[in-house]
């Protein structure tokens, strides 16, 4: 015996279909009218895209520098519409957390569109009586919509600038002579994408601040294994291996993690 | 002596005769007809347009990613030349990059919308719920196909926000580190991470993509489309119970369009 209310849905299924039987119009040319207006507007704005993509520098270059996995300052951004993703993971600290921001959510979310159809079973479709599905959509819409301006606006750390900050770093953390080189190669390598130091640089996808690495002294050969290859020895990192600097690069950037012990 | 009217008979039934023999042998005719004039509800507008469209858009992939893939190159040595290439060279190759480029965020917003549009509609209740899973499958589906295609241009923007996104990847537990190593194909990005990539961006998930394009379409003309829920003549709407009067009913039938339900 199938329930009141699955009896009750498929007789409304029925109506629907003699109703549309009754006083429905036909696909062509009526729909088709609609959907190939609107198909054309599609592709109109995808050339229209690509003219001022070529012609003009709103929408960014059409090349960056060609790949390097040496390179000594980069960018690591993905396109616009992984920048909710992109910045969730600047709210979720490692490791704890993180696999929350990178993991947990998304498949949250997943699970939840999956299941919308078997939590709402009502027949009800009028938006003015579906108070909690206004509710959703709209948080939904708007913490999308602000993630996706703040990682659109998040500020990259330049090279450039960053190294001006090296002798404030020298003076507020009373570096050694020999933490110098390796202080520069911090800040133009990119490091402060993620991390951050003495208040400077981004945090994310849940970097640690690094001002007081050298206090939990985890020794130069930790320094430079982590370096070349972190999820080796921190499961799971998602830090990327900077084994292309060559030895020399990474032992003084190890010297200057060793010797950041925090500002004193 | 053949008449003129007779000629234009003739010519009729020669036009006719192709589309017979293959209406015969495989009734695809009948299929195209009962798709173009089958009745869907007299108030679908506008809103209904957002799944086309994004077809639409998916197509437009499609056809410039043909295009591209006669000139790129998946390897990390001729990756980025052969796009500067492209860019440069080819007869509107620019224009085809483009498009590509930003047909993707196209395609990915009007999925959003599409979606927006069903969820606002109620679009996803009985009997369509399957065609909704179907829907959130393509979902990701697309926003993997957005990932692979970043790196393939190989140069910084793309190799760095690769590597982060693989890393990524390999912090989910269990599948993460295996899912991590299998996008790389080794240790580090290179020679074969960019095929494994090419291969997955232009074989696996368009032909995924195509195959639940393929289901959703065959399930939206199987149970058609839904009316606007705020239309006073949408189809199957509850109708007011006639009254039990004499007068009413079969011969004074109880006038449509209203929709308040009798509770
Ligand atoms: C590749 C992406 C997609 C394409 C090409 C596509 C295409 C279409 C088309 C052409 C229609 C019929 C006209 C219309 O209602 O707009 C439709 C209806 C529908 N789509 Fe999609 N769609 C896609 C993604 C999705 C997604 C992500 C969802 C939801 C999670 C979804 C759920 C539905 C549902 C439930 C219907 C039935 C609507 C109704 O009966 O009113 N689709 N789709």
């Known amino acids: ?264 | 002596m053949p008449s003129k009217r007779n000629r234009k008979e003739q010519m009729l039934a020669a036009a006719q005769y192709p589309l017979d023999w293959l209406e015969e042998r495989s009734g695809l005719i009948g299929g195209l007809r009962y798709f173009l004039f089958r009745k869907v509800p007299g108030d679908s507008g506008w809103w209904h347009t957002l799944g086309s469209a994004t077809l639409t858009a998916f197509l437009v992939q499609l056809g410039t990613g043909v295009i591209l893939a006669m000139y790129y190159k998946p390897d990390p040595n001729s990756a980025y030349e052969s796009v500067q290439h492209i860019n440069n060279d080819v007869t509107l190759g620019w224009l085809v990059r483009g498009m590509h480029r930003w047909g993707a965020s196209v395609f990915i917003i009007l999925i959003f919308f599409h979606m927006a549009r069903v969820f606002l509609f109620g679009a996803y209740k009985y009997p369509r719920e399957l065609n909704w899973i179907v829907g959130v499958l393509l979902l990701p589906l697309a926003l993997l196909e957005g990932f692979s295609g970043y790196l393939l241009p190989y140069d910084q923007t793309a190799y760095w926000a690769t590597v982060v996104g693989i890393n990524i990847n390999g912090t989910a537990p269990f599948l993460g580190p295996f899912l991590a190593s299998f996008l790389r194909s080794g240790s580090e990005i290179g020679a074969d991470t960019l095929s494994r990539f090419y291969s997955l961006h232009m074989l696996l998930l368009p032909g995924a993509i195509l195959g639940l394009i393929g289901l959703h379409l065959y399930l939206v003309v199987r149970l058609g489309v839904s009316s606007p829920p705020w239309s006073s003549e949408a189809a199957g709407r509850d109708r007011e119970q006639a009254p039990a009067v004499p007068g009413s009913g079969l011969v004074n039938p109880a006038p449509r369009g209203v929709t308040k339900r009798p509770d």
């Open chain 1, 1 to 264: 015996m199938p329930s009141r209310r699955l009896e009750e849905r498929r007789i409304a299924f029925q109506r629907y279909k003699e109703d549309v039987k009754r006083d429905g119009k036909p696909f062509y040319p009526y729909a088709m009218f609609h959907d190939t207006v609107m198909s054309l507007v599609v592709v109109c704005v995808i050339v229209g895209l690509a003219f001022v993509w070529h012609y003009t520098s709103l929408l960014g270059p059409s090349l960056a520098a060609k790949a390097d996995p040496g390179t000594t300052s980069f960018v690591p951004r993905p396109d616009w519409y992984f920048y909710f993703l992109f910045y969730l993971l600047r709210i979720f600290k490692w490791p704890n957390s993180v696999i929350l921001g990178t993991v947990g959510i998304p498949t949250i979310l997943l699970i939840l569109l999956l299941a919308i159809p078997f939590i709402d079973m009502r027949r009800e479709r009028r938006l003015l009586r579906r108070p909690i599905a206004i509710v959703a959509a709209v948080l939904v819409a708007l913490s999308m919509g602000v993630l996706t301006y703040k990682g659109a606006t998040a500020k990259e750390a330049l090279g450039a600038e960053l190294l001006a900050d090296v002798p404030n770093w020298v003076k507020a953390e009373k570096l050694p002579a020999q933490a110098v080189p390796g202080a520069k190669l911090f800040a133009t390598s990119g490091c402060l994408n993620c991390h951050t130091y003495l208040g400077a640089g981004g945090s994310q996808l849940g970097a640690p601040d690094l001002s007081a690495e050298g206090s939990k002294n985890k020794g130069i050969t930790f320094q430079i294994q982590h370096l070349k290859c972190p999820s080796c020895v921190n499961k799971g990192s998602p830090m990327p291996s900077f084994a292309a600097f060559g030895d020399a690069n990474l032992r003084k950037l190890a010297i200057f993690l060793e010797a950041s012990k925090g500002p004193k």
